[in-house]
Every structure is written in structure tokens, then in C-alpha cells.
């Protein structure tokens, strides 16, 4: 078996709410999502909120920003949704996206479910530029099966984002 | 054609153990990526050591945060260096993702980057030098303390450009 799998892409034609791959097979070892993401929403400064399973509890994350001139940092705990980063916002550069890599080890196994997220933002504007790394954790042992991708402030994703799912094998 | 991501092995612990080593890597490759999903017995981080090189040839610079502090740190000339700034309990589930650019040419020192998630602890983002030319064929994995408990899973990857 290949090691670096597509398993299914979305590429928006026209603004959606959300993305959902379903059916995810339990034959790889990691999950791989790279995701190029713009909202319909001026000033929404939404992020990507991802759910497995379409279970909305149990979610957690703790990640670092910067933004050219301040570095911080941010914990959420107990939310319904898995934090996964910053999204260019549509009052901003046109043609700009934000860019995410979501890396979901050990999706299948029966213990709770770790992620990572790097994405950016950068629009060549003083407006918004956000470099981001962290993580989180969905508490529950159940092997993901769907993924589902929405905005957390509610607009819809912009008509040219684009969602890709990779499986990896160790085997 | 020739696939461009590879397994070039992997360890799933079925027992409590000390260390994961990596040997024989191949130099075929262009970059490596190791993926480290580890299960610790005590509240320790991992210690990574290349080619059996426990001289002082290794830095690092870290950012971190965990959600009320951010900050950067580093070292310079030390022996193998934690790959994560953030502690794991045994409790807490975390994740190492490494990459390991140009890793088999022998003329440059060798750079390589981390990213450490520990929803629980923190999150940091490392890089490393490793100031030796010769090709990376082995790489160690070790606890700073006590050993990797049953469950823990490694995985190491090549990339090829061609």
C-alpha cells in the first residue's frame, strides 16, 4: 500500500457552511489534512472548527501565535470543536488564502485523539498576518470515521477553498 | 515512477523500554520525517541523539506557550537535546513531528525542526543543529527519564525529490 494516500478532496465552487469527509477507512495510520481556506464574511476573524465523528464535546487545544509584532499564547478547554486555525477573512487581499496542515496520528486506535495545526495567514497587509502552531485533543477513544471542517464564527467558506485528505501507512 | 513518501520503519511498544532507535538509515532519500506518538512512564520529554554523537555538537531554539505564557528559549553546545520544551506526565497524551531536511549530504551540519503538541502541557515549536557533516544514519529516541511506556508508536519516513 502507497504511504501518502489521497483519500478524498473538496474544492468549493461556490460558499459552503462546511466540509465533511465521511467514511474514513480505519486502514492507515495517520491523518493528513491540508486545506486552503478563504471565508465570505468581512472582519469575521473566524477559525476552523473541526469535529470528528460529529461529536461536539471533548475538545481542547492550547496554541502560539504571532503576528509581526506580539508573540502570545491561548488555551481552550471543554469546547464543542477542535481549534485548527485562523482564517483569511474576505475583506482582505483578494485572492489570498490561509493556509492549514492538520496532523491526526493514530486516528484509529482506541485512546483519545491528539492533533496538531500549523497555518498561516498573510495578506501583505498590516491588517492580518497570523502564524500559528499548537495543538489539541479530542477525549474520546472511538476511531475517527468523519471529519467535519465549518468556520466557528458561522460564515460560510469562500468559493476556491480547497480541502484534501491524505492517509498515511506505517505498515 | 518511484513513491515519494516511504515507511522506512516503524516501532509500536508492546512492553515498557528505554529507548527507539532508528539504524541504517538509508541515504537515498531527500528528507526525512519521524512521527512520535509517545506513551511516558514518569513526567519527562525525549532525548534525540544522532549517529551514537553524545558530544556537546547540538543546539536548539524553542517558542512556546502554554496558554497564558509565551516565550523562546535555546541552547547551545550540549549534549543531545530534548526534542520538546513541554514535559509529558504519563497521563497526558502528546505528539513529536520532526523534520530532517538534506539529512544525507556530507558537507553542511545538519538542521532539523519539531513540532510538539501536548494539548494538556503546552505546545512548542523547535529547531535544532546538529553540527556534524556526516550523513544521518542513525537516529536515537530516549526518555530523560525512566522509559517509554507499552503503546508508544514511531515511525520514521523518506522523502524523495526524485
Same mark, same amino acid.
Given at each position: 500500500m502507497a504511504t501518502y494516500t489521497l483519500i478524498s478532496s473538496n474544492v468549493l465552487s461556490s460558499?459552503?457552511?462546511?466540509?465533511? $469527509? *465521511? /467514511?474514513?477507512?480505519?486502514?492507515?495510520?495517520?491523518?493528513?489534512?491540508? #486545506? *486552503?481556506?478563504?471565508?465570505n464574511v468581512d472582519s469575521n476573524q473566524g477559525a476552523v472548527a473541526m469535529t470528528f465523528n460529529s461529536n461536539t464535546s471533548g475538545y481542547g487545544a492550547k496554541d502560539i501565535y504571532g503576528d509581526g509584532s506580539t508573540v502570545a499564547t491561548f /488555551?481552550? *478547554?471543554?469546547? &464543542? !470543536?477542535?481549534? @485548527?486555525?485562523?482564517?483569511?477573512?474576505?475583506?482582505?487581499?483578494?485572492?489570498? $488564502?490561509?493556509?492549514?496542515?492538520?496532523?491526526?496520528?493514530?486516528?484509529?486506535?482506541?485512546?483519545?485523539?491528539? !492533533?496538531?495545526?500549523y497555518s498561516v495567514v498573510e495578506t501583505n497587509s498590516t491588517t492580518a498576518k497570523f502564524l500559528v502552531s499548537g495543538g489539541g485533543i479530542w477525549?474520546?477513544?472511538?476511531?475517527?470515521?468523519?471529519?467535519?471542517? &465549518?468556520?466557528?464564527?458561522?460564515?460560510? $467558506? #469562500?468559493?476556491?477553498?480547497? $480541502?484534501?485528505?491524505?492517509?498515511?501507512?506505517? @505498515? | 515512477?518511484?513513491?515519494?513518501?516511504?515507511?522506512?520503519?516503524?516501532?509500536?511498544?508492546?512492553s515498557a523500554t528505554a529507548s527507539i532507535t532508528f539504524s541504517s538509515i538509508p541515504n537515498t532519500y531527500t528528507d526525512l520525517v519521524l512521527v512520535l506518538v509517545p506513551k511516558y512512564v514518569s513526567t519527562t520529554a525525549t532525548k534525540l541523539t544522532i549517529n551514537s554523537d553524545t558530544t556537546t555538537n547540538y543546539s536548539a531554539t524553542w517558542f512556546y506557550g502554554d496558554g497564558s505564557t509565551a516565550g523562546s528559549f535555546r541552547l547551545s553546545n550540549v549534549s543531545p537535546v530534548i526534542i520538546n520544551y513541554f514535559n509529558n506526565t504519563s497521563a497526558q497524551s502528546s505528539m513529536n513531528i520532526l523534520n530532517f531536511q538534506n539529512y544525507s549530504n556530507t558537507t553542511t551540519y545538519k538542521t532539523y525542526i519539531s513540532q510538539n503538541n501536548n494539548a494538556g502541557a503546552g505546545t512548542?515549536?523547535?529547531?535544532?543543529?546538529?553540527?556534524?557533516?556526516n550523513a544521518i544514519t542513525s537516529i536515537k529516541l530516549e526518555p530523560g527519564t525512566g522509559n517509554y511506556d507499552t503503546g508508544t508508536i514511531a515511525t520514521i519516513y523518506g522523502i524523495l525529490k526524485a
Open positions: 460558499a459552503t457552511s462546511s466540509v465533511t $469527509f *465521511s /467514511s474514513i477507512p480505519s486502514t492507515y495510520t495517520d491523518l493528513v489534512i491540508r #486545506a *486552503s481556506i478563504r471565508d /488555551s481552550l *478547554s471543554s469546547i &464543542a !470543536y477542535g481549534w @485548527a486555525g485562523t482564517i483569511t477573512d474576505a475583506n482582505l487581499t483578494a485572492n489570498s $488564502f490561509s493556509s492549514h496542515e492538520i496532523y491526526i496520528p493514530s486516528y484509529a486506535l482506541s485512546q483519545n485523539k491528539n !492533533y496538531s495545526v477525549s474520546n477513544t472511538t476511531a475517527i470515521t468523519s471529519i467535519t471542517l &465549518a468556520i466557528n464564527t458561522n460564515p460560510n $467558506f #469562500a468559493s476556491g477553498s480547497s $480541502f484534501y485528505l491524505y492517509g498515511i501507512s506505517n @505498515a | 515512477m518511484a513513491s515519494t513518501y516511504e515507511k522506512i520503519a516503524s516501532t509500536t511498544l508492546n512548542d515549536a523547535g529547531v535544532f543543529l546538529w553540527r556534524n557533516t
